[in-house]
């Protein structure tokens, strides 16, 4: 059998093609060019009423470096999501920029975040840099997804105000770690194991008309948009047969 040079260049094309998708499949150093502005207010930190249900929760995690996000919302679906965003002035920008995690949704001047005022100041150097950057209001950033960490702590629900026992459950869940989406939530009644599936109200919560009486299990659908690759993830704690409404309940579960 021959192999001819046509056949020698069309195989190393099609290796090279191969190669190309499989580095823009699993390409962990992309970054998104956009831009960023910040909302400043009295404390430096987020806002307690923010579109993804947050509350108070929502002002302080990860330390106030949180954000609001416009087409990154994706309905809710992006809340809880965390990025490293880096503004690109190198006369005032730091190399690694900031991690905020996603807790609003907004929009400004052609922008994809509008960061806390504490998280758009760690983008730069020094503490004159900041200042030279809140000066701009506007910045040119570039961004990628990371996963989220929260060392020491575990996925927590915590019941809203709203909820009313036995006959309307509303939860939000907080401390979403890893760098996939909770794209679905059943609550199962873990007596007889009937499960059922919940609809998203806003944001990062979830609420169920008529719920199970009993013990209950929030489990979470944990996706990357590669349904192979979906996992669902079963909490070790159990919310209790008598939850209340404001309670905060431990899963005892983390998520790499």
């Given at each position: ?10 195989l190393s094309i099609c ?13 962990s150093d992309c970054f ?161 194991f009937t499960c059922k ?60």
């Open positions: 059998m021959s192999f001819s040079l046509q056949n020698f260049l069309h290796l090279l093609l191969l190669i190309s998708f499989a580095n823009a499949q699993n390409c998104v060019h956009s831009r960023a502005s910040y909302y400043p207010n009295s404390d430096e930190h987020g806002t307690d009423h923010g579109a993804c249900g947050f509350g108070a929760f929502g002002a302080t995690v990860n330390g106030g470096d949180v954000s609001t996000a416009s087409e990154l919302y994706r309905d809710g679906v992006g809340c809880g999501a965390c990025y490293q965003v880096k503004c690109t002035n190198s006369d005032y920008c730091s190399d690694n920029g900031v991690t905020v995690v996603i807790t609003d949704q907004g929009s400004g001047d052609h922008t994809d975040f509008i960061l806390s005022e504490h998280a758009f100041s760690k983008m730069a150097q020094t503490t004159d840099a900041a200042a030279s950057l809140r000066s701009l209001g506007v910045v040119d950033i570039e961004y990628q997804r990371i996963s989220c960490s929260y060392p020491g702590k575990n996925i927590t629900f915590k019941i809203d105000e709203s909820s009313n026992y036995p006959s309307y459950l509303a939860f939000a869940i907080y401390y979403q770690q890893g760098e996939k989406d909770i794209t679905a939530v059943q609550l199962c009644e873990t007596q007889t599936l919940l609809q998203r109200d806003h944001g990062a919560v979830w609420t169920s008309t008529s719920p199970p009486s009993g013990p209950l299990s929030i489990r979470m659908l944990f996706s990357d948009g590669d349904y192979a690759d979906d996992t669902w993830v079963v909490p070790v704690n159990n919310i209790p047969q008598d939850w209340k409404s404001g309670a905060i309940y431990d899963s005892g579960v983390q998520v790499n």
